[in-house]
């Protein structure tokens, strides 16, 4: 099992970014993002079922959108209105159908800043 994270960067404030998880070896139940800021412990940003129910964090809702495509295992985050606060690595999560083991990508860094 692999998960790839990839499209952060740096961005302004107000600024966007869409984040992507691709998945390989298995097939996946609730994908999830998050994040981890400088000196903080790592929280849940947002995650989504294979149904596409959805959950997000109070500190995002609004402003990020989880998605997935469940044909080609790949979760995407959606984050709009970027504060600097939201500077963080973000890793992406996956848990696998059947054995409920839990995997996790590389992080990929966010950094809101002007």
């Known amino acids: 099992v692999q998960l790839q994270a990839s499209g952060g960067g740096l961005v302004q404030p107000g600024g966007s970014l869409r984040l992507s998880c691709a998945a390989s070896?298995?097939?996946?139940?609730?994908m999830a993002w998050y994040r981890q800021g400088p000196g903080k412990e790592r929280e849940l940003v947002s995650s989504?079922?294979?149904?596409?129910?959805?959950n997000y964090a109070d500190s995002v809702k609004g402003r990020f959108t989880i998605s997935r495509d469940n044909a080609k295992n790949t979760a995407y985050l959606q984050m709009n209105s970027l504060k600097p606060e939201d500077t963080a690595v973000y890793y992406c999560?996956?848990?696998?159908?059947?054995?409920?083991?839990?995997?996790w990508g590389q992080g990929t860094l966010v950094t809101v800043s002007s």
């Open positions: 989504i079922s294979g149904g596409g129910t959805t």
């Open positions: 070896g298995g097939m996946f139940s609730v």
């Open positions: 999560n996956a848990v696998r159908m059947f054995t409920r083991a839990v995997h």
